[in-house]
């Protein structure tokens, strides 16, 4: 039998400061059997493997735990520093890495100087668009591929709304239309509520996770439409006949919610976003990248 010196789990201690109980002798004799002796010590991957969470981690994680369920809100300030340290029995650069950890998640924004300290953030879907967009740019993703996505998505979204959702989902949409219908000659403002359209539908489909995805995109795909409007060289009755033509499809798509038409209204958008397809990626260019226009 061989002896061995074993660490203390940070997460027990942690759970002890915040309780008050003592920490105990950190360091404890600990028989290990043959078989668990015989693999080499300071193999990497089995170092790797039983990692202990850092202190600062364990310190974020009850504070994101917080967030999450709510008992911290969106505009909350989380106590001052030294309250935090006494709370978790921790130093202060402790406490300081904790904070940064949760700045560099979104969940907290830290303001410096007299007035400072750290205010909370909920989770919102900016941070997910953010993270997509650069994910997506740095894999090279073409707008052609983002877009092949939108295509598979908003099809079964509409079948959605219009088997769960139509009596809520027809007067919101057909507003949209008329909105859009009054600015039809405002290629940047049409271009804009087409986009609001698309995502009302989706949000209306009531699955949150496909609204989160959703969300996600929506920032890439609304400034390459923007970008596709910015090179429009197609002569304007030909962009408004194309236009007014899209949006007879979106009121024949709502038309098809009202009857509760699941597989009528799957069929026409898809066929709808397909044309429509057709129409912006050859004015942005499907083998495009996909690019973060800040």
Same mark, same amino acid.
Do not use: C, W, Y
């Given at each position: 039998m061989t002896v061995c010196k074993r660490r203390v789990d940070p997460a027990k201690l942690a759970r002890r400061a915040v309780s008050g109980q003592k920490a105990p002798n950190p360091i404890k004799e600990l028989n290990l059997s043959n078989a668990?002796?015989?693999i080499p010590v300071g193999n990497r991957s089995n170092a790797a493997a039983v990692? !202990?969470? #850092?202190? +600062? /981690? @364990? !310190?974020? #994680?009850? =504070?994101? *735990? +917080? $967030?999450i369920? &709510?008992? @911290?809100?969106? &505009?909350?300030?989380?106590? +001052?520093?030294?309250?935090?340290?006494?709370?978790?029995?921790?130093?202060?650069?402790? $406490?300081? /890495?904790?904070?940064?950890?949760?700045?560099?998640? &979104? @969940?907290?924004t830290v303001a410096r100087g007299a007035r400072g300290g750290a205010r909370v953030s909920s989770p919102n879907y900016v941070m997910i668009e953010r993270a997509a967009g650069i994910t997506l740019q740095a894999t090279g993703v073409t707008i052609g591929d983002l877009y092949e996505m939108r295509t598979l998505i908003e099809?079964?979204?509409?079948?959605? !709304?219009?088997?769960r959702n139509s009596e #809520?989902?027809?007067? $919101? @949409?057909?507003?949209? =239309?008329?909105g859009e219908m009054s600015h039809i000659k405002d290629r940047f403002a049409i271009t804009s509520m087409i986009a609001e359209f698309h995502r009302a539908m989706i949000d209306l489909a &009531? *699955?949150?996770?496909? $609204?989160?995805?959703?969300?996600a995109l929506s920032g890439l795909v609304n400034e390459h439409l923007n970008l596709a409007q910015r090179r429009n060289s197609v002569d304007p009755e030909i962009s408004l006949k194309q236009l007014r033509f899209g949006l007879k499809s979106h009121t024949k798509l709502v038309d098809l919610i009202e009857a509760r038409d699941g597989a009528g209204a799957e069929e026409h958008w898809k066929a709808h976003m397909v044309a429509a397809g057709k129409v912006w990626l050859?004015?942005?260019?499907? *083998?495009?990248?996909?690019?973060? =226009?800040?």
């Open positions: 668990f002796v015989a990692r !202990v969470p #850092k202190t +600062a /981690e @364990l !310190v974020a #994680k009850q =504070i994101r *735990n +917080a $967030i369920r &709510g008992e @911290l809100v969106d &505009g909350d300030t989380l106590p +001052a520093e030294s309250h935090l340290i006494a709370e978790f029995e921790v130093s202060r650069p402790t $406490i300081r /890495e904790a904070v940064r950890i949760l700045e560099s998640e &979104g @969940l907290v099809p079964p979204a509409a079948r959605l !709304v219009a088997e #809520k989902a027809v007067p $919101i @949409l057909r507003a949209m =239309i008329e &009531g *699955n949150k996770t496909l $609204i989160m995805f959703s969300h050859a004015q942005v260019g499907p *083998n495009s990248v996909v690019d973060l =226009i800040d």
